[in-house]
């Protein structure tokens, strides 16, 4: 059998990347196309998967009603690009260069970077087993690295962006600054290091693990019963992280697939329950300015935080 | 990969211990197969070459590219770039027979008498050379940037390995192991064969076969096959060589006595390595699809097999010498 998004990418290199590197004379990324093209396309097939599931489900159980919805444009802007265009092609470029490098320079210093099954040999062979774990520490590390963006100041002047909006929908997931972005970038490329990483290798999993994250995020009252909650985070669970009086410090609910990392670490929150998002200290530019404008909202947003009269909470 | 593979194999000192094989009576004669390196998935296919299916999937850790046979035809090592691990299969039956940490080996070739083993880590730009036998380094050689194919003299003297990004073939003295040479070859060259005293070298970001000198790396001659040169592919018989044209989605059949271009196929979805089949039929895997090609150059036809995800290295276990592929066999004749 065939994928076909794997079909649609191996179009799209022959037809359009191919002879456009051949054109530069870049042939040398022509396998960074490749896996790039792959990226784009079973990022498109996230996207659509995640609205034929997460439209309805907005429609057919709200928790807001808007009058406009022209904050959810921008969102869509950012899912776009971040699944589909800009980002994964400076990830696959730009940032696969830093870690070679850093990976190059280790190798010659006669250090390896294991992978996880290399750790654990048992994992090895057992691809599907090994994929379960990693989503699993991945996830834990993500918990981290949120809460960390809500404790340290500046990171949290770069994070509000992704909390500033009010009108929070399956599109917000991918709200964040790109200075945020590229933080969490460094993040998982550390973890890499020390672990591995696997790659595309599961896209069908990966898709399962983004649209769960997505629809976490979705204007939908839409819980998973107490057992459920406990095992997967449910949009319930997310909107109370999202919640007006939980932006900034003292947050709840920083987990993004797995609710144990908060329920270990003493910060979950199974009875909250939030219906209004957003962090009502923001500019207003961070709410509903266009994407430039939010990004430079963002900075600026950061460099006042090293005044200590910035609102915290 | 298909470079100069005929020559490790024909290595009569290299085979002389293929006689003893464990147990060999008690298994039963295997099919030929075909074993493909699936490098967006993973994993490598086995494939009965009779009816042309894949068997199953033996799974390695992340980005399995190129193989190398071991000089006793007993091992295929499998290079795991991103995984950082070479691969060990049995090359009669693809059953997997263990792993060891290796820094990026993307490319990798064992040397015609079997004494070196050449790793080229195309992201890491560096050459490694390794005693074959005990598997230790005994040097890195920097490689700016992206060595990528392997081609050896048929003495072992030289090691020549194509820079992608820097648009050059490095020469590397494997008595002193010490680069001699680095001359520019044509725009971001990949594939690279040892032919008839010469190199061939694939530009794959122009359209056309380098011969270069292997003493000193001038080119002597630029023969043009099709948009996107990628990999050169001498057939058994001595008679064609085989360029496949990564843009242009063609392969070229060049006359292997005058170089001169003799046929062209038309071959989409990336054409990449090319195993020769003893049916005169070419194995090509195909990197942008899921499917190994099977051409025959006879007629043109093309017979799909599906595989893993863009897959890249593929090696035929008919290249195995009999004694290796029949138990039977074995037990009679010690040497070939
Ligand atoms: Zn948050
Ligand atoms: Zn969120």
Same mark, same amino acid.
Not at chain 1, 179 to 198: H, K, M, R, S
């Given at each position: 059998?065939? @994928?076909?998004?794997?079909?649609?990418?191996?179009?799209?290199?022959?037809?359009?990347?191919?002879?456009?590197?051949?054109?530069?004379?870049?042939?040398?990324?022509?396998?960074?196309?490749?896996?790039?093209?792959?990226?784009?396309?079973?990022?498109?097939?996230?996207?659509?998967?995640?609205?034929?599931?997460?439209?309805?489900?907005?429609? &057919?159980?709200?928790?807001?009603? &808007?009058?406009?919805?022209?904050?959810?444009?921008?969102?869509?802007?950012?899912?776009?690009?971040?699944?589909?265009?800009?980002?994964?092609?400076?990830?696959?470029?730009?940032?696969?260069?830093?870690?070679?490098?850093?990976?190059?320079?280790?190798?010659?210093?006669?250090?390896?970077?294991?992978?996880?099954?290399?750790?654990?040999?048992?994992?090895?062979?057992?691809?599907?087993?090994?994929?379960?774990?990693?989503?699993?520490?991945?996830?834990?590390?993500?918990?981290?690295?949120?809460?960390?963006?809500?404790?340290?100041?500046?990171?949290?002047?770069?994070?509000?962006?992704?909390?500033?909006?009010?009108?929070?929908?399956?599109?917000?997931?991918?709200?964040?600054?790109?200075?945020?972005?590229?933080?969490?970038?460094?993040?998982?490329?550390?973890?890499?290091?020390?672990?591995?990483?696997?790659?595309?290798?599961?896209?069908?999993?990966?898709?399962?693990?983004?649209?769960?994250?997505?629809?976490?995020?979705?204007?939908?009252?839409?819980?998973?019963?107490?057992?459920?909650?406990?095992?997967?985070?449910?949009?319930?669970?997310?909107?109370?992280?999202?919640?007006?009086?939980?932006?900034?410090?003292?947050?709840?609910?920083?987990?993004?697939?797995?609710?144990?990392?908060?329920?270990?670490?003493?910060?979950?929150?199974?009875?909250?329950?939030?219906?209004?998002?957003? @962090?009502?200290?923001?500019?207003?530019?961070?709410?509903?300015?266009?994407?430039?404008?939010?990004?430079?909202?963002?900075?600026?947003?950061?460099?006042?935080?090293?005044?200590?009269?910035?609102?915290?909470? | 990969?298909?470079?100069?593979?005929?020559?490790?194999?024909?290595?009569? #000192?290299?085979?002389?211990? /293929?006689?003893?094989?464990?147990? #060999?009576?008690?298994? *039963?004669?295997?099919?030929?197969? =075909?074993?493909?390196?699936?490098?967006?998935?993973?994993?490598?296919?086995?494939?009965?070459?009779?009816?042309?299916?894949?068997?199953?999937?033996?799974?390695?850790?992340?980005?399995?590219?190129?193989?190398?046979?071991?000089?006793?035809? %007993?091992?295929?090592?499998?290079?795991?770039?991103?995984?950082?691990?070479?691969?060990?299969?049995?090359? /009669?039956?693809?059953?997997?027979?263990?792993?060891?940490?290796?820094?990026?080996?993307?490319?990798?070739?064992? +040397?015609?008498?079997?004494?070196?083993?050449?790793?080229?880590?195309?992201?890491?730009?560096?050459?490694?050379?390794?005693? *074959? *036998?005990?598997?230790?380094?005994?040097?890195?050689?920097?490689?700016?940037?992206?060595?990528?194919?392997?081609?050896?003299?048929?003495?072992?003297?030289?090691?020549?390995?194509?820079?992608?990004?820097?648009?050059?073939?490095?020469?590397?003295?494997?008595? %002193?192991?010490?680069?001699?040479?680095?001359?520019?070859?044509?725009?971001?060259?990949?594939?690279?064969?040892?032919?008839?005293?010469?190199?061939?070298? /694939?530009?794959?970001?122009?359209?056309?076969?380098?011969?270069?000198? !292997?003493?000193?790396?001038?080119?002597?001659?630029?023969?043009?096959?099709?948009?996107?040169?990628?990999?050169?592919?001498?057939?058994?018989?001595?008679?064609?060589?085989?360029?496949?044209?990564?843009?242009?989605?063609?392969?070229? #059949?060049?006359? =292997?006595?005058?170089?001169?271009?003799?046929?062209?196929?038309?071959?989409?979805?990336?054409?990449?390595?090319?195993?020769? =089949?003893?049916?005169?039929?070419?194995?090509?895997?195909? %990197?942008?699809?899921?499917?190994?090609?099977?051409?025959?150059?006879?007629?043109?036809?093309?017979?799909?097999?599906?595989?893993? %995800? +863009?897959?890249?290295?593929?090696?035929?276990? +008919?290249?195995?010498?009999?004694?290796?592929?029949? !138990?039977?066999?074995?037990?009679?004749?010690?040497?070939?």
């Amino acid at each position: 059998m065939t @994928d076909p998004a794997l079909a649609v990418a191996g179009w799209l290199q022959q037809a359009l990347l191919l002879p456009l590197l051949y054109r530069l004379g870049a042939m040398q990324w022509e396998d960074l196309s490749f896996g790039w093209a792959l990226f784009a396309v079973y990022g498109l097939v996230q996207v659509a998967a995640t609205f034929a599931v997460c439209m309805p489900l907005e429609h &057919w159980r709200p928790v807001e009603r &808007w009058p406009d919805r022209r904050a959810v444009a921008t969102d869509m802007l950012y899912t776009l690009v971040s699944r589909v265009g800009i980002l994964p092609l400076v990830t696959f470029v730009g940032f696969y260069q830093v870690q070679v490098a850093f990976t190059g320079y280790l190798a010659d210093h006669g250090w390896v970077p294991p992978t996880l099954e290399l750790l654990v040999p048992p994992l090895l062979g057992h691809p599907v087993a090994a994929f379960v774990v990693y989503a699993v520490l991945l996830d834990g590390a993500e918990y981290w690295r949120h809460l960390l963006s809500h404790r340290v100041r500046w990171w949290w002047a770069l994070h509000s962006l992704h909390h500033a909006q009010r009108q929070m929908t399956f599109w917000s997931d991918d709200r964040n600054h790109l200075l945020d972005d590229l933080i969490a970038a460094l993040w998982f490329g550390a973890i890499a290091l020390l672990i591995g990483v696997p790659p595309l290798q599961f896209p069908m999993l990966v898709l399962v693990l983004r649209f769960l994250e997505s629809l976490s995020h979705a204007n939908a009252r839409v819980s998973f019963g107490w057992l459920g909650e406990r095992l997967l985070i449910s949009p319930r669970f997310h909107r109370a992280h999202h919640g007006v009086w939980a932006a900034g410090r003292r947050s709840c609910n920083y987990g993004a697939i797995l609710p144990w990392w908060d329920m270990i670490f003493g910060t979950a929150d199974f009875a909250a329950s939030a219906v209004h998002t957003g @962090d009502p200290s923001a500019p207003e530019a961070l709410v509903s300015g266009g994407y430039w404008a939010q990004q430079a909202g963002g900075l600026r947003r950061m460099a006042g935080s090293r005044r200590p009269a910035v609102t915290q909470r | 990969m298909d470079l100069s593979r005929r020559a490790v194999l024909t290595s009569g #000192a290299a085979l002389a211990a /293929a006689g003893a094989l464990p147990a #060999a009576a008690a298994v *039963a004669p295997v099919a030929e197969i =075909a074993l493909v390196m699936n490098s967006a998935d993973a994993s490598v296919s086995v494939i009965d070459m009779a009816t042309r299916r894949e068997i199953r999937r033996e799974p390695v850790l992340r980005e399995p590219h190129h193989w190398t046979l071991s000089p006793d035809g %007993r091992t295929l090592l499998v290079g795991d770039a991103a995984g950082n691990a070479l691969f060990s299969f049995d090359p /009669a039956t693809g059953a997997p027979l263990g792993h060891q940490v290796c820094a990026d080996p993307y490319q990798l070739w064992i +040397s015609p008498r079997g004494s070196v083993l050449v790793v080229a880590a195309l992201r890491l730009d560096h050459i490694d050379i390794y005693d *074959a *036998a005990g598997r230790t380094l005994k040097k890195r050689i920097a490689a700016r940037s992206m060595p990528s194919h392997i081609a050896f003299s048929p003495d072992e003297a030289m090691v020549f390995v194509t820079l992608q990004r820097s648009g050059a073939v490095m020469a590397i003295d494997l008595a %002193r192991l010490a680069p001699v040479w680095t001359q520019p070859s044509g725009p971001t060259p990949a594939g690279i064969v040892w032919h008839d005293g010469r190199l061939l070298v /694939a530009c794959m970001g122009s359209d056309h076969v380098a011969e270069m000198d !292997p003493a000193d790396g001038r080119v002597l001659r630029r023969i043009v096959t099709g948009k996107g040169t990628h990999i050169i592919a001498p057939a058994p018989d001595g008679d064609t060589i085989y360029v496949g044209n990564r843009v242009g989605g063609t392969l070229t #059949a060049l006359d =292997a006595a005058t170089l001169k271009p003799r046929q062209s196929f038309t071959l989409s979805g990336g054409p990449d390595c090319i195993a020769f =089949a003893p049916d005169g039929k070419l194995w090509i895997t195909r %990197r942008f699809t899921t499917t190994v090609a099977v051409l025959d150059p006879a007629s043109g036809s093309v017979e799909p097999i599906t595989v893993g %995800r +863009s897959p890249h290295g593929i090696f035929l276990s +008919s290249v195995l010498p009999a004694a290796r592929r029949d !138990p039977a066999a074995a037990l009679g004749t010690a040497s070939v």
